[in-house]
């Protein structure tokens, strides 16, 4: 899962005590008859952000989103935006705008009409706005293009003009409503690229709604996983993939192995645990934790598939697993195997094709040796 490589040194701000938040979310509750859609939701978002929510359906993400936009009330909790209290304000007397997954673009006018409509309504002079509409279109690299009608364009550039339109009125804050969902998945690939950098150079703060989980990572400097209603984990992405702090997180972000088993012992000196579990070689495995555990403690070790080496012979190794082929899925870049042990717990191992070659690397039915360090391994308390 690749993210993006920034052409800056990436902003910080959640880890300067001093640094105020842009966007602050107080205790944000909403219901809809018996269901809480949002439950108790407090949040800070700093300015300049790449922030995404995501998570899947039902999981109060829209919910959010529309309430920053003034699309909903929430039932409490306030929203400030940079300092100010927007909770009651209507959508049109908000620093915010939003761009829809449909694009909402209007098909009778022209591109440069559509990133001029906003300006209109406001009143701006039609040179500002003639100056204006050309700045956008040259942010979005479509400085040609202002004559088309929006059925002239590809998808691609459909997308390009609903964001110039939404930046246009220069918006505080930017809220994306899974702004890629329309696009297949090669130009949206490309698109998560182009967004990064537009949002580098204006500088505007961005929330994004998505449930596709690679999205956000690449695009993302922090997420917010939710799950019925609640924020779950807040991080980077690398932080939430390799650190997840609850089974949901680690089941959702990215594929992974998960150990059940109960801790035999802790050492706070070099911080490994001894867990048992039976689908490994001696019965037990070795990982490291911060804190230590009561003996007896009911624990999920997750172990990422890439962390996983593969032997055709026991290895020396601090965990170590034997079973055989059931399930192969060749990618091109990668293998998935899916490997079952003698008690019938099913390893899922990915293998990188490094040299070239049409074939999986191993069999059905072999019988493959693996391993992973402690380091590779996360605990999580249930």
Same mark, same amino acid.
């Given at each position: 899962m690749a993210l993006v490589t920034r052409s800056t040194a990436p902003l910080e701000p959640w880890k300067d005590p001093s640094a105020q938040p842009f966007l602050r979310i107080e205790g944000i509750t909403k219901t809809f008859g018996k269901v809480y859609a949002c439950d108790d939701i407090s949040l800070d978002v700093y300015r300049g952000e790449f922030f995404a929510l995501l998570g899947g359906s039902g999981s109060g993400k829209s919910t959010l989103l529309r309430i920053l936009a003034g699309l909903e009330t929430p039932d409490r909790g306030r929203v400030l935006i940079d300092g100010v209290d927007v909770t009651a304000l209507p959508p049109y007397r908000r620093p915010v705008n939003m761009m829809f997954q449909s694009y909402a673009l209007f098909p009778h006018m022209t591109v440069? +009409?559509?990133?001029?409509? *906003? %300006?209109?309504? &406001? *009143?701006?002079?039609?040179?500002?706005?003639? &100056? $204006?509409?050309q700045q956008m279109l040259e942010l979005? +690299?479509?400085? +040609? %293009? *202002?004559?088309r009608k929006p059925s002239q364009l590809s998808g691609g550039q459909r997308q390009r003009v609903a964001l110039a339109r939404a930046l246009a009125k220069q918006p505080k804050l930017l809220l994306l409503d899974e702004p890629l969902g329309a696009l297949d998945k $090669? %130009? $949206?690939? $490309?698109?998560?690229?182009? %967004?990064?950098?537009?949002q580098e150079r204006v500088g505007t703060t961005f929330v994004m709604v998505t449930h596709d989980q690679e999205e956000a990572m690449t695009m993302s400097s922090r997420i917010a996983v939710m799950d019925a209603g609640r924020i779950v984990q807040v991080s980077t992405p690398a932080a939430l993939y390799e650190y997840p702090a609850t089974r949901f997180v680690a089941e959702f972000i990215g594929g992974i192995n998960l150990f059940e088993g109960r801790v035999l012992s802790s050492n706070p000196d070099n911080g490994l645990m001894r867990i048992a579990c039976n689908a490994v070689a001696g019965g037990a495995l070795l990982a490291r934790h911060a804190d230590p555990l009561p003996e007896g403690t009911a624990v999920s070790v997750a172990v990422r598939p890439e962390k996983i080496d593969v032997h055709e012979s026991r290895p020396q190794a601090d965990n170590v697993a034997t079973g055989k082929v059931r399930d192969i899925a060749y990618l091109g870049d990668v293998s998935i195997y899916h490997v079952e042990t003698e008690t019938g717990v099913v390893i899922r191992v990915q293998e990188t094709h490094v040299e070239r070659s049409s074939e999986p690397h191993y069999d059905w039915n072999e019988t493959l040796w693996l391993s992973w360090p402690a380091s590779g391994a996360v605990v999580l308390a249930t």
């Open positions: 440069a +009409q559509n990133i001029a409509f *906003g %300006l209109k309504q &406001d *009143g701006m002079s039609a040179g500002e706005i003639r &100056d $204006r509409v979005v +690299q479509m400085p +040609q %293009l *202002g004559a $090669r %130009l $949206r690939e $490309r698109t998560q690229f182009e %967004l990064v950098n537009i």
